[in-house]
C-alpha cells in the first residue's frame, strides 16, 4: 500500500515561518494530487494547498499570498512553505494523496497521521 509521513510541524511565533513536509512511498504507480488539509479545535477540516500531477496549486482563501506549496516528483514528497504565520494557522495538518497503485485508471486516496503547528502571539 503506501505510506505518507509528515514533518515539521512544531512550535513558531506569530510573523515567523515553518515548513512542512510530506513523502509517499510505498506501491504507487502514479500520483494524481497531493494535498494539505487542516483542522483547528472545534472547526471542519479546511483545504490549504494543492499541487496537481500537471503542476498546478491552489489554495484556501485564508493562506493565499503566505504559504507555497512544492513537489519533488522524483521523490514523491510535497512541501508547504509557511510564512508569515498567524495565531489562526494553529491546527492539525494532514497530508492527503491520491494516487494509483494498481488497476489502471483506479484512484485511491491516503492520509497522512497529521502534524501539529502551534502558533503563539
Known amino acids: 500500500q503506501v505510506q505518507l509521513v509528515e514533518s515539521g510541524g512544531g512550535l513558531a511565533q506569530a510573523g515567523g515561518s515553518l515548513r512542512l513536509s510530506c513523502a509517499a512511498s510505498g506501491s504507487i504507480v502514479t ?7 487542516r483542522q483547528a479545535p472545534g472547526n471542519q477540516r479546511e ?3 494543492q499541487v496537481r500531477s500537471d503542476g498546478a496549486s491552489n489554495y484556501g482563501d485564508s493562506v493565499k499570498g503566505r504559504f507555497t506549496v512544492s513537489r ?3 521523490k514523491n514528497i510535497m512541501y508547504l512553505q509557511m510564512d508569515n ?7 492539525v495538518y494532514y497530508c492527503k494523496v491520491i494516487c494509483q497503485t ?4 483506479r484512484l485511491s486516496t491516503y492520509w ?3 502534524t501539529q503547528v502551534t502558533v503563539s502571539a
Do not use: C, H
Request: hydrophobic letters at 35%; glycine letters at 14%.
Open 31 to 37: 500520483i494524481n494530487s497531493m494535498t494539505w488539509q
Open 47 to 49: 483545504l490549504v494547498a
Open 102 to 105: 494498481g488497476t489502471p485508471g
Open 72 to 74: 519533488d516528483t522524483a
Open 112 to 114: 497522512g497521521q497529521g
Open 85 to 91: 504565520l498567524k495565531v489562526e494557522d494553529t491546527a
